[in-house]
């Protein structure tokens, strides 16, 4: 039996690794976060904060196979700003890494999820499609100081590491705000109470973009994680096409039953500020499962991502060639999401 410890378990990341390695019969999952998750076969969880002083539990790990590392810390203010977290970002990576590996002889690789910010798809038109030997942009990024302080750690220990950089996370994680499937959600049901059609509220309406499904990113760390070809190499991992949201959105329309607008630039944070109690209107009158407003939806994220307005592309040549070759169509990705999260009546 293998052991895969998830740090990050219950993210829009961890909680599809936890599901993908809970369902492979040689693996066993320790769930790592701040909340404690729900045990059950061959899953169990620990309450720990990693820039916390006691850390204690981590160090009971013994039989840690595999680390997996998908926490992340968001600053204050706009989600382009976020990269610029550093110390949190950074200190957790190094004491959840650490502490297991100082108690688990037999670990074999940490698999690190950083993302696309690494070539500065965040701060405006970079080169693209985007490669993984492609320079850093200038300025700071925790992902360049938590990849460096990984790679320095590293050497000389009979562990290795893999690098993964995925694009805007699409996952079903009621309750995980940095997703973009709930601001999508959300938003179309304030949008259709109002009587509005559903525009798009941003300036990206014609530029490329590209996202990563959740359970795509799943079967990648699975691949990652035990492919001799992967140890201490960076890969992107997307879902393997491009498109362009103008495009895109009258599907999305069509899931809600919506007429779809073209842009509407605004800014999510101040259309959504007041809107709270609209939404707690619409939760009573159609029975919908009890999530508060402000856990639902990041809407800083929203607006960063529907602003992109430059082309959002990364080569996924290097993973393919070294064996991974699932693809997803994000058409029908964002139809299936969306459609679930009307079916298990998180929006109506």
Known sequence: MKTAVVIGALGVIGRYFVDKFASLPDWRVVGVSRRRGEDRERVRYLSVDLLGADLAPLSQLTEATHLFYAAFQPGTGPAADYARNIGANRDMLVNSVTAIAATA???????????????????????????????????ENYYFDQIDWLTAFQRGKPWSWTELRPQTLCGFAPGTAMSIIPVIAVYAAIRKELGLPLA????????FYQVTESAHLANAALWAATDARCANQAYNITNGDYFRWQHVWPRIAEVFGMKAAGPEPMKLVEFMADKGSL?????ERENLKPYRFEELVAWPFGDYVFNCNWDVMTNVTMSRRHGFHEVVDSEEMFVRLLARFRAERIVP
Do not use: I, Q
């Open 105 to 139: 002889p037999r670990l074999e690789r940490v698999v690190l999820v950083t993302g696309t910010k690494y070539y500065g798809s965040h701060l405006g038109p970079f080169k693209t499609p985007a490669r993984e030997d492609d320079p850093r942009h200038a300025g």
């Open 200 to 207: 798009f509220p941003g300036s990206a309406w014609s530029s």
């Open 279 to 283: 939404w707690n209107t619409l939760k």
